[in-house]
């Protein structure tokens, strides 16, 4: 058990922490700060903390271990203003979705007084905020550390038990190889998305009514487009070497499709569409990634009153929170389908069988 940890930044990844942390008994007492006094004070109340501190420096005072749980933009001002408070030896890592110059940065500046260890975890959420922490974020999520020969090997073993006491699995990558990979699998997704309501939005003035057709797979293939913007802006400044590579091959790549389809192409077109879903077949399906993943089933329901409230109240009383709800066909006088989102498959496996016992006609959402 660590007696005292630190969080600097109660958002979703430090309030996250917090509970994980108190919930599991790993560390005694969570010291938090956050520039907004309402995070702290929603920290304290979800158990994220268990007590806020006025500012940085104050929080990190005696801490064995401090996570700083910020955008990696802000991540080098805040390690100066603290570094004088740290506990000699004491453990400080991050959760920034970038480490490319960012880690020699940091260990520059932790170097004379504690060990400085660049971590990500890969998992999240489209929702921000300490009302989206998550004590369970962690369980079963890679958890990715880029130790460099700077590192210190005890402090490393030292935040790789903690971590693997919260249920995560461990990875070790260099930074460089880190913000490639990422950059590839988290950070041009979002972009893409980005891209596609910015096309939505253009199209929209033309026909308003485009938002309408824009459910069901639309908003799924857009939904880290909902992230938070100041994160992201930093993230793609930090990382925009990755990022402007992976752009690359993606144009690449679109422009071989828009060319098959100019061309009238049939069969090379089938041929990369076919290889494009065996390969998505190979991607895990119940293991956590970087981007939030978001397990659905679909019911079918009478049409009456209350049958949405007699959902949620079933599934409420047995401790399931449903994360996104759509009304996917109707016919009145008859019943409808109603699609359920939940962000743990553990959750979404227990609400099928739940729902069943029930008497409702529930199943796995395709996809």
Known sequence: MIEQAAIIGLGLMGG?????LLKGGVAREVVGYDRQVRAVEMALEVGAISRGADGAAEAVQGAQLVILALPVGSLPAVARQIVPHLQPGAVVTDTGSTKGGLVAILEDIFAARAHYIG???????????????DPYLFENAVYVLTPTPRTNRDALRRLE???????????????????????????LPHLLAVSLMRVASRLSQEYPELLMFAAGGFRDTTRVA??????WRDIY???SEAVLQVLELWRWEIGVLEDLIRAGEGEGLERALEAARELRAQIPGKQKGLLPALHEIVITVPDKPGIIGFIGQ???SE?????????LRVREGEGGTIRLGFTDASAAEQALAVLRRHGVTARWRDG
Do not use: W
Not at 119 to 133: K, L, V
């Open 161 to 187: 038990a903690v971590l693997k006491a919260l249920g995560a699995r461990i990875l070790h990558l260099s930074p460089a190889d880190h913000d490639r990979i990422v950059g590839a699998v988290s950070h």
């Open 226 to 231: 909902a992230g938070n913007p100041v994160m």
């Open 319 to 327: 401790g399931i929170n449903i994360s996104d709800i759509e009304i």
């Open 119 to 133: 971590g990500h975890p890969m998992t999240g959420s489209e929702r921000a905020g300490i009302g989206a922490a």
């Open 16 to 20: 996250s922490m917090g509970m994980a």
């Open 237 to 239: 400044l930090n990382n």
């Open 314 to 316: 079933v599934l409420g």
